[in-house]
Structures are given as C-alpha cells and as structure tokens.
C-alpha cells in the first residue's frame, strides 16, 4: 500500500472482497482514489502494487490486485453505486480547477467531499482528460471514463466547458479562493522530418484529425478512434518513439485492422522509455520493432508514403550519430508519431508568480502549492508526464493543501481563534 | 514393507483403516467397493428398527481453500430394514471373510431388544459389535444414542445386557456431548465392553443463511442441531483419546478405535501414536471416495519403514505419555523467535501478531545493514508509511529502486525480535507463510529444569 501513489489500503479492500463485502471493498478503493476504477485498468501494477507484493519473494506470482481492484469498482458501480458523501457542511469558499483530466477531478472531488464549492473548467466536449481522450479504447473505454466523471459530478462538482488562457487564468484568480491547475502537458511534439507537411492524404476525417493527413499524432489518432470516428489506419503503419503512448497507438492500429505495424526507435531496446510489460504486450500483438532507427523524410508514393529512415549508432555518452550510406525506406499507408507532449510552457508561465522549471511547474511536493500561494497545481505539468494514479494521489494532495490553506488564511482573519486552529 | 495387520480385541483386519459407521457404509454394495480399494474393515451404518430421515440433511463449513473443513449432519441410523441390512453384511462376510465387518446398533433400552438384535447381528456374520451411543441428534430424543450415552449408569446396563448375549468382542462409541468423557468410557469399561471407539460427532450448528435467516441444513423452513465431524474435529477427537486411554483409575484401558477428522496417513499416525488400535474414517470419504485409502495405507507403510517400525505395535501409544499435567512441564526451558532474514518475505505478519496478539517484541525497525551487529535499535522511520510520496517509477525518470541490505527482501521490512523480551509463544512462527523462516530456538537459562509441582511442593516445604 505504500507502494500505490494514491495509498490505498490493499489489504483491507481485498479483505472485504474475501469477506463477501464487496460494496465495503469499492468505497475502500474510492476513499482512497476517486478515479479507483480507471486506475484498476490502466495502473502499469507491475511496477506498483503488483510489484510491491511479497509473493515475490517466495517466487510466486503476485496477487492481481488491478484486477481485483475492478472486480470491486466494477461490481459497485455497475450495481448504481455512488461515491459515498463523507460530510454535508458546506463551506463558502470556491475553487476553479483548470482541466478536466483526473488530477483535477481527484482535487475537485477531495475538496467536495470537504464542502467547498468547486468548478471543474476544459476546453474539450467531454471531461475526463487523457482518461476519455488519451488511453488506449481498449484499457479504458471513454463511456468508463465518463462514468466515473459522473460520479465526480454527483457530488456536486459543476463542469464548464470554457478555453482557458492566461488572461482568464488571472479573472480566475479574482474570482476564486483558489485555483488548481491539473492542465497536463501540450500537444504531441511535432514529427520534424522533411516533408512531414505536405505528404499523404486521408487517415480520418473527425474529432482533429485532418482529412489530408496521413501523418497523425499518437494522441489525437487514439482521440479521433475513441471519439468513434470512422477511421481507416490502412493497411502499414509506422510509429515513430518507443513510449507507452507510442505502444497504446500500435496496439490500437492492430486492433483497427493495420497488417504490420512497426514502430521505429532511435535506441536500442534497453531504452525504451516504455515499461517492460507494455512491450511484451506489443509483441504479442504482433507489432514489429526496428531499433537506431531515425526517420529522415517523407514522400507520397504512388500507393500511400514513403518513408525514408537512417540508422544511427549510439556512443557511450548516449549521442546519436546517423551512419553514412544506411538509408533504407518503409513504403506505408499512415504515420503516426509518438515522441513526446511539449509542456504547456506559453500559458503557464503567463501564471503571475508560478514559476516554472524544465517545463514543468513548481511546486511544494507535500501540498501542492505553487509560488503564488493561490494557485495549486498537480499532475503531468508538475511532473512531466506520469501515470493516472499520480495525477490523482497529486490532486487529492493539493485538495488537502488548499483545504489547509484556506482554513489557515480564514484564521488569519480572525486573529483571536488563530491559536485554537492551530493548536 | 511394514506389517499393517491389525487385532482390535480379537477383530482381525488386513490394516488398522475401518470406514466409520456412516452413509459409506450404508450398503452391501458400498462396503465391498470400499474392501476393493483396500479399506481394512467397516462398521456398518447404524442398524435398528428403520427411521424416515429428512431432507436436507448436511451442512458444512470452508476454511479458505479447504471446503468441508467441519461438515453437520442431521441424518439417522439407517433407513433399510433391519434383515436387508444383515443379508447384505452375511454376504460381505462370505466374499471378504478377512476383512473386518462391525455392525453398529441401536435400538429402544429394553434388554430383550438388545438380546436379539446382538444375536441377529451375529448370526449375519458380524466379526464384533459397535453400540450406537453417540448419535446426538434425533435418535437421542427417543431414548437412544447420546441419550444413553450422556449417562454413565445407562451406558454400563445396556453394554451389560449385550455382553450377556454377544459371543464377539463389543465396543462402546463414546459421545463427546459430555463434560468428562472418562466418566462413560468407564461406565463402559465397567459393563464389560472389549474396546472403545471415540469420537462419535459434536453437536453443532454450522451457520445461518443471511437472506433467509435460516440456520443450516433447511428442513422446509427449520434446521436442528446436527453432528460435527471432519478435519474441524480432530485436535477435539485427539485430545478425548488421550484422556481416556491415560485413564486407569478403576482398572487397565481397552483398545480405542480412533475417529475425529481423520483424512490421510498422518491423521492415522498421530492417532496410532496417541494409542489407537484401529481408526475409523467418514468425512474424508463422503469428500474424496474410498481411493483415499490408498495413499493411506503406502503413506503410512512407507513412515514405518522410514522409522523402523515394522508393525502397528512398534509404534502404538508412543506419544501417550508425553502429554502431561500443566503443573510437570518445565518452567525453566525458553525458546525465543529467530527469523531467517533470507528468507524472509516482508509480509510483516509477524509483527502484526505479536503486536497485536502476543508479547509487542517483535519489532519493524531496521533502516540499514548491519553496523553495531546483527540487531539495530532504531525508531520506526517516518517515511516507510502512508507518509511518504510514492510516484510510479517511470524508467526514464526514475533510476532502479535500490534495496537496503544483502537480503532479497529489503532490510526495512524484515522484522526483527528482541529476545530479550520474546516469550517463545509460537505465534509469529504459526502466521509466518514462508516454511522455515521463523524457527523457534532453544536459549539456554542455565538453571536446572523445575516444573510448577516441583516449585510449589519446595515452597511449601520452606514454610
């Protein structure tokens, strides 16, 4: 349980499963991590609580706690289960939480449960973040996703669908007590290779995918599939990057009907930044890996793109030299890039007194708490890009934080009682 | 391949495994497949005038993955006519004449009654005759099985009545629905009877259903007490045994037939060493079928060898008299918890339990390897709980966690004892999942062995 980011208490919601109590089991779960069921099937367990469990050592399998997990989430809601309310005094103060994505939901939900009055503000359709737009279909569907945002809603959140930039962050500020920011990363990085532009036609026509494009970025490609766009992945497909969204993309081509799917890597295999089992999962799909890989150029061909591609040696500081003469090329019909989200650097540090490094907020790791103390922030533009469960553990700790804050800056104006609160 | 051959009072069977009078044995059929698949010998079901039994009539409780760890019954003696029931063990005789045939029985208290049903069973074929007075359900309401039982002065006039009929050795089956079972086995002895059989089954409810609010087994909307049996009741059953073959006081033990949860060839061992002349074996059957007997009798064959014995007599009664009074055990020997940090598993079980459950010496504090010895005293650090940060290791952020100390199990989580303050229960020993990580080692107190008598007798010879 220390080995979940969120902490939620193993032992005892597995506890109530064995007992028979499977509705003790989910409000278990939730109390310690609102988005409990998503988080049941898109944890990488292997490296958290899985990986945690002591079975290992006595060279057993572990005990599948994720699918344990979903087994008691699932159960509760599908029987019309709704997050327990833990109290009903409501408190005056109002949050506005920027981004929909399950660092905010996980604030916004804490912060509920606590009384405050909380508004949820995305500039997409559907709330949810990457949990409705950016997973994989098939680890989490979207309608999964939007269940549990409803729950989140049940207890009183308000959502607003609203673009937001760096002059209304600074109404924001006026207009609330507090404001979270759970805004995640930008968009994909570009695919900087020649041609890149003006190649291809025709992989989708919806939800931000180009109907002239047969270049698609990882993200808005797995948006576009589990918006339920009418999608034709053709029949080869190359991903370019070795991460977990480059995997997810694949897998999803595979699943879309792609014949051979390759995904091409700069380094080698030990590289990879995606986790090990991401890449026995790829494999067993069938997708193909082609190492010290650099693509190079693209061109339209007679019959889809032609994908000019170099190989690169790798030096014992980790530099990349492309080899003279290596040149081969990959004739396919889509590419999909997969290297990365730029982080939100333009409107972030517009924030009046947020400060930022590498690209990533600042903030007081135990609170949440930027450099302007009215602003809080959680999630991948605090930590660059992590999983689910640590932008939800990074909401509930900013909850907690601002929760804090506030009843400390209410004390402040009530000089007499400050020694009583404190104590 | 040691000799299994067994003589119980004069009942001769090819080894000491008897099936126990129960729905196994409630047929001719039954009993000669049994005999097929090597069972020594079989106490007929219960015969007496026929009864109409219920439906349901079984109950039965899970421990974990174990189903019918203790399993209920509310069935009667048998439900076929008192001279099916002989034709069929007369035949038996006839086709497996060295095999041991029991006929169990009960029928009203009237000496005549027992006369004849004792000379009917006889002249079936019967090798001896196992008195019923241990039924604790149904039976018992009309005067008979625990109902006799139960009283000492009943139990001895009607064992007196069929041993004036019986020309075969006759064994009491003992209920233990009383406050001392030595009390009956001695009104018993008393009455004449050539052996015992202990334990008959424990009166027990086994649980309720939580929709319907009906205990189990539902007769049409009612349940009634049953009998207990299975794996649930063989420390009862071993404990009963004991006491009553440790017995003297009005004259020399008779043979026990042993039954309580017995399930394999180390249930029958431990029976055999507490005592027992033959044993007698239902739940496990009404679970697995007569195969069982199988791995029974080459188990057991094959501990034998392993151990030297070469017959049941070799190895009979051997751990008697290692059960004692409290007052003789030694004060003075300590044993204290040692814990094997390779291969220790941080379930941290242990440390639960001796906290909680036993004497808080056991402790969860070890931060680094060793450096002042193989024991630190440190506080619990802060951040090993809910504390700390934990964010998914991402393997290009993250470099590999690093675990502390030359175990496989990080040093942090592997428990430690403080010997000083352990009081050697067994507990952290009993919880522990991994084989042989927690063994409880002897600490010599270098004083001479003195138990409570001793301590208490020279006290009082002080004063």
Same mark, same amino acid.
Request: proline letters at 5%; one cysteine or more; hydrophobic letters at 40%.
């Given at each position: ?23 003790? =089991?989910?409000?278990? %779960? ?32 572990? %005990? ?14 599908? *029987? ?111 695919l900087?290779v020649q041609g890149a532009?003006?190649a291809g ?8 995918? =180009?109907?002239?494009?047969k270049i ?18 053709g029949r080869r497909v190359v991903?370019i ?19 051979t799917?390759t995904?091409l ?23 193909e890996?082609v190492?010290a890989t650099l693509p190079k150029s693209l061109t339209a061909a007679k019959d889809g793109l032609t994908l000019t591609c170099v190989t690169v ?9 492309p080899q003279?003469g290596s040149e081969f090329t990959i004739e396919c019909d889509a590419v ?25 907020? %600042? ?40 929760? *804090?804050?506030? =009843? ?16 | ?372 010895? &193989? ?39 592997? &428990? ?48």
């Amino acid at each position: 349980m220390g080995a979940c980011p969120t902490h939620i208490d193993v032992p005892r919601f597995i506890q109530k499963i064995a007992a028979g109590n499977v509705t003790g =089991s989910a409000k278990t %779960i939730l109390d310690a991590n609102v988005l409990g069921a998503s988080c049941a099937r898109v944890c990488p367990v292997e490296v958290l609580c899985e990986g945690a469990c002591v079975l290992h050592g006595k060279h057993q399998r572990p %005990i599948e706690i994720g699918r344990l997990q979903r087994f008691a989430t699932e159960t509760f809601y599908d *029987a019309g289960g709704k997050l327990p309310l833990r109290q009903r005094e409501e408190r005056t103060q109002r949050i506005a939480c920027i981004g929909a994505g399950p660092a905010s939901l996980a604030c916004a939900a804490e912060l509920r449960q606590q009384g405050f009055r909380v508004r949820v503000i995305d500039r997409r359709p559907l709330p949810g973040g990457l949990n409705t737009y950016g997973v994989a279909e098939y680890k989490l569907r979207a309608a999964d996703s939007l269940r549990e945002v409803e729950m989140v809603r049940n207890l009183g959140v308000e959502f607003q669908i609203r673009h937001v930039d760096a002059a209304s962050l600074a109404v924001l500020e006026r207009e609330f007590d507090a404001v979270f920011l759970g805004v995640g990363l930008g968009a994909m990085h570009r695919l900087d290779v020649q041609g890149a532009d003006s190649a291809g036609a025709g992989i989708g026509a919806a939800a931000g995918v =180009s109907a002239a494009a047969k270049i698609v970025d990882a993200l808005k490609f797995i948006a576009a599939y589990k918006a339920g766009a009418p999608l034709s992945v053709g029949r080869r497909v190359v991903v370019i990057g070795a991460g977990n969204t480059a995997i997810d993309a694949a897998c999803a081509a595979k699943r879309l009907g792609a014949e051979t799917v390759t995904i091409l890597y700069r380094r080698q295999r030990e590289n990879i930044p995606a986790f090990a089992f991401e890449y026995d999962h790829a494999l067993r799909e069938g997708v193909e890996f082609v190492w010290a890989t650099l693509p190079k150029s693209l061109t339209a061909a007679k019959d889809g793109l032609t994908l000019t591609c170099v190989t690169v040696a790798q030096d014992a500081n980790g530099r990349l030299t492309p080899q003279a003469g290596s040149e081969f090329t990959i004739e396919c019909d889509a590419v999909i890039p997969a290297i990365g989200q730029s982080p939100l650097v333009e409107l972030l540090s517009q924030v009046r007194g947020v400060t930022m490094e590498r690209g990533r907020v %600042i903030i007081d790791r135990a609170t949440g708490q930027t450099a302007n103390p009215k602003f809080f922030a959680g999630g991948d533009c605090v930590n660059g890009g992590r999983e689910v469960v640590d932008a939800v553990a990074d909401g509930k700790r900013a909850a907690l934080g601002i929760a *804090a804050w506030l =009843s400390e800056q209410a004390s402040e104006q009530k000089p007499a009682r400050t020694e009583e609160h404190r104590g | 391949m040691a000799d299994l051959t067994t003589n119980f009072a004069g009942i001769r069977s090819p080894n000491p495994f008897w099936l126990a009078s129960a729905p196994p044995t409630n047929t001719g059929e039954q009993v000669m497949r049994a005999f097929d698949a090597g069972w020594g010998g079989a106490v007929w079901k219960t015969i007496g005038e026929p009864i109409t039994n219920v439906s349901s009539r079984y109950s039965s409780i899970d421990c974990s993955a174990q189903r019918m760890m203790g399993l209920n019954n509310i069935e009667l003696i048998s439900d076929r006519p008192i001279e099916v029931n002989l034709r069929e063990i007369a035949e038996v005789k006839r086709r497996y004449p060295r095999h041991a045939v029991v006929a169990s029985l009960m029928v009203e208290s009237k000496r005549k009654a027992w006369h004849e049903i004792v000379k009917r069973a006889e002249g079936a074929g019967a090798d001896g005759l196992e008195l019923n007075f241990g039924c604790p359900h149904g039976m018992s309401e009309r005067g008979m099985g625990s109902a006799v039982g139960q009283v000492p002065e009943y139990t001895q006039r009607i064992t007196q009545w069929v041993k004036e009929a019986a020309q075969t050795p006759v064994l009491v089956k003992l209920t233990p629905n009383v406050t001392d079972i030595r009390t009956i086995a001695r009104a018993a002895r008393r009455g004449g009877a050539d052996g015992l059989s202990a334990i008959n089954t424990i009166n027990s409810i086994t649980g309720i259903d939580l929709d319907t609010f009906l205990p189990r087994p539902n007769v049409d909307g009612k349940s009634s007490h049953g009998g207990y049996c299975g794996p649930a009741v063989k420390p009862i059953a071993l404990n009963m045994i004991q006491q009553v073959l440790a017995d003297t006081l009005d004259g020399p033990a008779v043979p026990i037939s042993g039954i309580g949860g017995i399930g394999n060839w180390q249930d029958a061992a431990e029976f055999l060493l507490m005592g027992c002349t033959s044993v007698q074996v239902c739940t496990a059957v009404m679970h697995f079928g007569y195969r069982i007997v199988d791995e029974m009798i080459d188990g057991l064959s094959n501990w034998m060898d392993a151990k030297g014995f070469a017959t049941l007599d070799d190895l009979r009664g051997k751990s008697l008299h290692k059960v004692t009074e409290w007052k003789h055990l030694n004060l003075n020997f300590k044993i204290v918890a040692q814990i094997d940090e390779a291969l220790c598993i941080g379930c941290q079980l242990c440390h639960i339990a001796c906290w909680d459950g036993a004497h808080q010496c056991i402790h969860v504090d070890r931060v680094s390897g060793p450096i002042d010895g &193989p024991v630190e005293l440190h506080a619990r650090p802060r951040e090993l709980g809910r504390e700390k940060i934990a964010v998914t290791p991402m393997p290009r952020l993250d470099p590999p966690k690093q675990r502390v100390g030359p175990y496989a199990t990080s040093l942090e989580r592997i &428990p430690r004892v403080d010997e000083t303050e352990c009081v050697g229960c067994n507990l952290c020993s009993l919880v522990c999942p991994v084989d042989g990580c927690i063994k409880m080692i002897e600490l010599p107190t270098g004083l001479p062995p003195q138990t409570w008598a001793e301590r208490t007798a020279r006290l009082r010879s002080e004063h």
